[in-house]
C-alpha cells in the first residue's frame, strides 16, 4: 500500500481555500498510487486559536458540506484522506480533531486529540480515545502533533495491531521532533510513521515543511520538503507484524 503525507499553507478562517488545496492534493496523490492521504493539524481552519475560539464558524461537523470537494475527491480516486479540524462536540468547545474520510467518501473515522498542549487547552476540549481506523485490511493509529511527545501513544498502537502510524501535527522551524519524536517512534516500535505537517506560518510560528514518512527502523523514506507545498509517498508492506522490514520508498515532490 502507498501513503501520503500532503503539506500545504492553510489560509488562516478560510476553509473554501483549505478545502480546495487538499482536495487537489488527493488527487496528485491519487495519481501516485497512494490509499491514504494525511493533511496537517488544524488544516482546515488554519492553526489560529484566536480564530477558531471566536468564531464557531470555523468549527466543522462530521458530515459538514464544506468538506465535499474533498468527499468527492476521495469517491472519484477511491483514496482515503485525513483531514485536520476543529469539530463540534456536545459542549462549549470544539474537539481539536482528525476526521478520516474514506474511499467512498464516508466518514471512516474520527478521532479527537487527548493531549493538548499550551494554549490548545483553553479552546478545545481533550478526547479521551486512542485514534484508530481501518483501511484494506490495514489497522492504521491515528495521533496529533503533541501527543506523540509520549512514547505510550505509540506503544500502544503497536500493542493493539496497528501496522502503521499517521501523525498530524503543526511544527515550526527548529523543532526537534523530526529528530527526537517520529523517527524515535518508528525505530522504537517497528512501525512506519507518516508526518503530515504545515508548510508557511501559522499560530504556532513558521513551519517548514518537512511532511515525511520514517520505516520501521527509524530511517527517513520520503519527505516532501521545507520550502512549498508537496507530498511525501512511500510503499508500505503491511501483511507483516511491525518490524524494521515493513516499509519500502517510492518518494516525490510537488511544485
Same mark, same amino acid.
Request: net charge negative; hydrophobic share 40%.
Given at each position: 500500500?502507498?501513503?501520503?503525507?500532503?503539506?500545504?499553507?492553510?489560509?488562516?478562517? +478560510?476553509?473554501?481555500?483549505?478545502?480546495?488545496?487538499?482536495?487537489?492534493?488527493?488527487?496528485?496523490?491519487?495519481?501516485?498510487?497512494?490509499?491514504? =492521504?494525511?493533511?496537517?493539524?488544524?488544516?482546515?481552519?488554519?492553526? /489560529?486559536?484566536?480564530?477558531?475560539?471566536? +468564531? $464557531?464558524?470555523?468549527?466543522?461537523?462530521?458530515?459538514?458540506?464544506?468538506?465535499?470537494?474533498?468527499?468527492? @475527491?476521495?469517491?472519484?480516486?477511491?483514496?482515503?484522506?485525513?483531514?485536520?479540524?476543529?469539530?463540534?462536540?456536545?459542549?462549549?468547545?470544539?474537539?481539536?480533531? @482528525?476526521?478520516?474520510? !474514506?474511499? /467512498?467518501?464516508?466518514?471512516?473515522?474520527?478521532?479527537?486529540?487527548?493531549?493538548?498542549?499550551?494554549?490548545?487547552?483553553?479552546? *478545545?476540549?481533550?478526547?479521551?480515545? /486512542? !485514534?484508530? *481506523?481501518?483501511?484494506? !485490511?490495514?489497522?492504521?493509529?491515528?495521533?496529533?502533533?503533541?501527543?506523540?511527545?509520549?512514547?505510550?501513544?505509540?506503544?500502544?498502537?503497536?500493542? +493493539?495491531?496497528?501496522?502503521?502510524?499517521?501523525?498530524?501535527?503543526?511544527?515550526?522551524?527548529?523543532?526537534?521532533? *523530526?529528530?527526537? =519524536?517520529? %523517527?524515535?517512534?518508528?525505530?522504537?516500535?517497528?512501525? %512506519?510513521?507518516?508526518?503530515?505537517?504545515?508548510?508557511?506560518?501559522?499560530?504556532?510560528?513558521?513551519?517548514?515543511?518537512?511532511?515525511? =514518512?520514517?520505516? $520501521?527502523?527509524?530511517?527517513?523514506?520520503?519527505?516532501?520538503?521545507?520550502?512549498?507545498?508537496?507530498?511525501?509517498?512511500?510503499? =508500505?508492506?503491511? /501483511?507483516? %507484524? $511491525?518490524? $524494521?522490514?515493513?516499509?519500502?520508498?517510492?518518494?516525490?515532490?510537488?511544485?
Amino acid at each position: 500500500m502507498k501513503i501520503a503525507a500532503g503539506q500545504f499553507t492553510s489560509a488562516p478562517g +478560510d476553509i473554501e481555500a483549505n478545502v480546495h488545496s487538499m482536495q487537489a492534493l488527493v488527487r496528485e496523490a491519487a495519481g501516485r498510487g497512494a490509499r491514504l =492521504v494525511a493533511f496537517c493539524e488544524l488544516a482546515a481552519p488554519g492553526y /489560529d486559536l484566536e480564530a477558531i475560539a471566536e +468564531d $464557531p464558524g470555523l468549527w466543522l461537523t462530521e458530515d459538514d458540506p464544506r468538506l465535499e470537494p474533498v468527499r468527492e @475527491a476521495c469517491r472519484t480516486t477511491s483514496t482515503a484522506a485525513l483531514v485536520g479540524c476543529a469539530v463540534r462536540t456536545s459542549g462549549p468547545r470544539p474537539a481539536l480533531s @482528525a476526521l478520516v474520510i !474514506g474511499p /467512498d467518501g464516508e466518514l471512516l473515522a474520527r478521532y479527537d486529540k487527548r493531549h493538548l498542549h499550551g494554549a490548545e487547552q483553553d479552546v *478545545f476540549t481533550a478526547g479521551t480515545e /486512542d !485514534g484508530r *481506523f481501518t483501511l484494506d !485490511g490495514v489497522r492504521f493509529a491515528v495521533a496529533v502533533c503533541y501527543d506523540n511527545r509520549l512514547p505510550e501513544v505509540a506503544e500502544r498502537a503497536r500493542a +493493539d495491531g496497528c501496522r502503521v502510524y499517521v501523525a498530524s501535527s503543526a511544527l515550526e522551524e527548529g523543532n526537534d521532533s *523530526f529528530q527526537n =519524536v517520529y %523517527p524515535v517512534r518508528a525505530r522504537d516500535n517497528g512501525l %512506519p510513521v507518516l508526518l503530515a505537517n504545515a508548510v508557511g506560518p501559522c499560530g504556532v510560528g513558521d513551519c517548514r515543511g518537512g511532511s515525511a =514518512v520514517w520505516g $520501521p527502523g527509524g530511517a527517513l523514506l520520503a519527505t516532501a520538503g521545507t520550502d512549498a507545498p508537496g507530498l511525501a509517498v512511500a510503499q =508500505v508492506l503491511c /501483511d507483516s %507484524p $511491525p518490524g $524494521p522490514e515493513a516499509a519500502s520508498v517510492v518518494a516525490g515532490t510537488l511544485s
